[in-house]
């Protein structure tokens, strides 16, 4: 069964930049998917990044582009999110998830920023951006 452990996350100030880190374990990851997610108070789950291992291929919000970076480091089993320019609507707990295997990425299009489709989760970590 595949885990995954958020890290990396805590209070900075607006302008700021903070790297996550999502380490996971349990299966062969090629064959897998991996997205950051993330849930401000009173609002939806959505879909921040995404990584298909496989390709290396990226994938992220609209909103995103530009100011956030995925990443990962095949040796040590774990996909980065690097947040530069933080402002304060990015506070929220976030998420890293596996895409199910059932799926491919390439075919869902802008769907995959849906929770639905992702079938295992980290904890979550806390992210505050004071302005």
């Known amino acids: 069964q595949l885990q995954l452990v958020e890290s990396g996350a805590g209070p900075v100030q607006s302008g700021e930049s903070l790297r996550l880190s999502c380490a996971v374990s349990?299966?062969?990851?090629?064959?897998?998917?991996i997205g950051w997610f993330r849930q401000a108070p009173g609002k939806e789950r959505e879909g921040v990044s995404c990584?298909?291992?496989?390709?290396?291929?990226?994938y992220y919000a609209d909103s995103m582009k530009g100011r956030f970076t995925i990443s990962r480091d095949s040796a040590n089993n774990t996909v980065y999110l690097q947040m530069n320019s933080l402002k304060p609507e990015d506070t929220a707990v976030y998420y890293c998830?596996?895409?199910?295997?059932?799926?491919?990425?390439?075919?869902?299009?802008?769907?995959?920023?849906?929770?639905?489709?992702?079938?295992?989760w980290g904890q979550g970590t806390q992210v505050t951006v004071s302005s």
């Open positions: 990584i298909r291992l496989g390709d290396d291929s990226t």
């Open positions: 998830a596996s895409l199910s295997t059932l799926l491919d990425i390439k075919n869902l299009g802008s769907r995959w920023g849906s929770p639905v489709y992702w079938d295992y």
């Open positions: 349990g299966a062969a990851l090629y064959y897998y998917t």
